[in-house]
């Protein structure tokens, strides 16, 4: 599992309340990923982050933010929850190296009333 | 942007071989992969290929690229009860270490 660890694993909201939703990694890896998962559309990526302070957007980032003041930590803030974020969000770390593998984490199921 | 597409359900008899598909369009794909998500877990990587590469051959799994007709597919011969999950393919550029996922075929495995 390449030390990924998510939390919290199960989150119920109400629509408004800001939420956060944190990733962690053991494996001191430069490169880290937020993705949500919803039927029919895949995964996809909602931001991204090259190192400590430097993140990026990615296809489907409104609504969200993110920070990256540690290499191990890598939050996701929804900074008002609405029904549509409903979702299960995974992080993953990328791996630059012979064939920029990414590892994930367990999920985070959030649901938003 | 980049658009990667699957059928979204394949069944297969235990014992049959699975063949899942995949198209994509983004002609600078350099690596493609196929990752497997069993039931409350997370996404595993199940094999990838370099996109100068037509086939790659790894125990049960072959995957075979069509690099002039974009056309990425998996073949899990003696498919088991264990295989059935969703499985994802992807696509990444080259320098970049961005994937972007196709929807995903849910793979049922009957007894």
Same mark, same amino acid.
């Given at each position: 599992d390449a030390g990924i660890t998510q939390s919290?694993?199960?989150k119920v909201t109400? #629509?408004?309340?800001?939420? #956060?939703l944190r990733c962690h990694q053991t494996e001191n890896h430069r490169y880290m990923y937020w993705y949500r998962q919803d039927p029919g559309h895949g995964l996809r990526l909602i931001h991204y982050s090259y190192g400590v302070k430097d993140t990026d957007k990615g296809e489907v980032s409104d609504g969200y933010s993110v920070s990256r003041s540690k290499t191990e930590d890598f939050l996701l803030t929804l900074e008002s929850a609405t029904s549509s974020q409903t979702s299960v969000y995974f992080c993953a770390i990328g791996v630059v190296?012979?064939?920029?593998?990414q590892f994930f984490g367990p999920g985070t199921r959030l649901t938003v009333l | 942007g980049e658009d990667v597409e699957q059928s979204l359900f394949l069944s297969v008899r235990e014992g049959d071989s699975s063949v899942i598909n995949c198209t994509y369009t983004d002609s600078s794909s350099t690596y493609l992969y196929w990752y497997k998500q069993e039931p409350g877990a997370g996404l595993q990587l199940l094999t990838y290929i370099f996109s100068n590469m037509d086939m790659k051959q790894?125990?049960?799994l072959t995957v075979l690229l069509n690099k002039k007709d974009k056309h990425l597919s998996l073949r899990i011969a003696d498919t088991q009860t264990g295989d059935s999950a969703i499985y994802f393919c992807a696509e990444s550029e080259t320098?970049?270490?961005n994937l972007f996922f196709g929807t995903g075929t849910r793979l049922t495995v009957i007894p």
């Open positions: 919290p694993r199960h109400e #629509t408004g309340t800001p939420v #956060t190296g012979s064939y920029n593998e | 790894d125990q049960r320098g970049a270490n």
